[in-house]
């Protein structure tokens, strides 16, 4: 079983952040918070309801384990192709599957173009998928880049 690359998991955390709200929490434990994108979120950018329990930083990272598995599985079922490429390039798309859901892959020019081995093109569509909550979010365009970085390694 292929396992998760670790550039998504350093990638994930680095855009994610394991946000502790409110800081005046003596346990420093994250409490559920809306992401820029509108979204209640806990720990490492966990979807989650308004009222889930306060996380520890050891539940955040399960958490974020669970979830990159799962994006994991979802890029590999999506865009089978990538489980013959290299690392960089599985962790680019894992990392936008983890950021945006499986759907959002599964129905996207994204996952034709991966398919059809057109990175140039892939590359292209990564950098559309910048918006939250009805605008451009500087996160998203930094994050997407990076991920372009990591899909097209020789360039």
Known sequence: MIQIPQAAITLAKRFEG???IPRSD???RAHPYICPAGYWTIGYGRSCKPDHPPIDEEEGE???HQDLRTALAAA???CPVLATEPEARLAAIVDFTFNLGAGRLQTS???RRINQREWT???TELRRWVHGGGKVL???VARRELEVAWLLPNS
């Open 18 to 20: 394991f946000h502790r």
């Open 76 to 78: 590999l079922r999506y």
């Open 62 to 64: 399960a958490y974020l």
């Open 26 to 28: 003596p346990l420093r």
């Open 138 to 140: 500087p996160g998203l």
């Open 121 to 123: 093109a892939a590359a």
């Open 109 to 111: 020019t994204l996952r």
